[in-house]
């Protein structure tokens, strides 16, 4: 899969000057959109959690151009989510909440180009992050 760099590092760059605004967004549209998620938060301190959300963002977005440090960094980071209770079936769910706060963060700028280069991205750090958590159950 080809993803868009430009177009990622350019819609993210308008994201990134924002970014306590984008994780309190993410955070309550994955809550009012899935509740069934918010018990994994109990004990985390959101405003820490938020910074490490977009930290991993702003990594991912800075090695999209290093694809190996890119895949070993997202398989790490899928390994020790399993740790955190988190499954399979709420990476779809992260997914939703990811691009409807991107869309939020970027108004007119959220093109149906933006999107798609934004649905490829999250499917290929998804499935990198899936194939770490595999490793650790196998």
Do not use: C
Request: hydrophobic content about 40%; glycine content about 6%; overall charge negative.
């Amino acid at each position: 899969m080809t993803m868009n760099i430009e177009l990622l590092e350019q819609s993210f760059s308008t994201v990134k000057a924002s970014s306590a605004d984008f994780t309190k967004t993410f955070y309550a549209n994955l809550f009012a959109d899935y509740p069934e998620v918010e018990p994994l938060f109990a004990n985390a301190h959101m405003e820490a959690q938020g910074q490490k959300l977009f930290d991993s963002l702003v990594l991912t977005i800075d090695s999209l151009r290093k694809p190996d440090v890119l895949t070993a960094t997202l398989k790490g980071l899928g390994t020790r989510h399993i740790k955190y209770g988190v499954l399979p079936q709420h990476y779809p769910m992260v997914g939703s909440s990811l691009l409807k706060s991107l869309e939020s963060a970027l108004g007119t700028d959220w093109t149906e180009e933006v999107k798609q280069a934004w649905i490829e991205a999250y499917t290929a750090v998804a499935q990198l992050m899936l194939d770490g958590a595999d490793k650790l159950e196998s």
